[in-house]
């Protein structure tokens, strides 16, 4: 089977492998699309993402449609459509039970934060666990399925608000993450979405995905204490500082981008005078299945895919990704 590598800082290359045979418990898939995410940009263009150095090959992917291929225990039909919840949950500690996303010693697909690393989807066939495997509702086209995982995450920062349900919500930063909780948000019954960026394109793309409205933060400031729940989806910590001024007295503050393992100019001083709820929001429980209702509900979702390349131009796929004002998000097809 066919399979991108990455073997390290600037070195993909699509490599024949062999196809992966499914032990019992586990289903054979027919990958036809993944997405691009950060951590699999980060893997190409660094070698690393944050502390995980990449020390074999790895097949990177995590945000994948496909169909059952081949389902020992006859449970799933061949040509079945699925997504996959892409992590496998380590051993529970006292207090977090019910997270276990935040269990010590689970996995992620296309990861090298373990080893061996935990191969990815960006392969002609992939073998997961039984239980990772997602069925997709009837008319829920491949491509808008792909979306399933970093949906699942925006829903989940929306949970760590506490629910948006007629709301005031600022989006700080328009990337796919940051479009797909806009249009959660939206779903989910806010009054109204503010969208930031510092790049046109990515706030062109906020307003035909129906932001409510949207700001370009290099030319206009963020109002202040106007809103009552921010999701900051960018990690710049220029961004998180806007965000905690432009929330309201208690609101509630959700942290989905990524930031640098190191100290920051942070100011939390707004934090602590306006007694601003702050959460942290890392992956996603279970919110994949809200995810595909919802893909499968509101097609305009499926706008955040602006590029789909063909395997053998994956190269071409990862560089595109990079260029955050002229894409989305990115999809590697691979149908033959």
Known sequence: MRAAIIHGKGSLEIRELPTPVPAVGQVRLRVTHVGICGSDLHYYVDGANGAFQIREPLVPGHELSGTVDLDPSGRLGAGTPVTVHPATFGTTRPGIDDKPHLWPGGSYLGSASTWPHTQGAMADYLVVDAPMVRRLPDGLPAERAALAE?????????????????ARVLVAGAGPIGLLAMGAALAEGAAEVTVTDVLPGP?????????????DVTTHEVPLEAFDVVLECSGAPASINAGLLAARRAAHYVQLGMVADRPSAINLAPAISKEVTMRGSFRFNDEIDDA???LAEDERLGQVVTHTFNLSRVVEAFDTAQDSEGSGKVLVDLRA
């Open 203 to 215: 706030l062109r793309r906020a307003e035909a995905l129906g932001a409510t409205a949207t700001l």
């Open 292 to 294: 595909i209702g919802l």
């Open 150 to 166: 970093p949906l699942a995450v925006a829903l989940h920062g929306i949970n760590q608000a506490g629910g948006v349900r007629g």
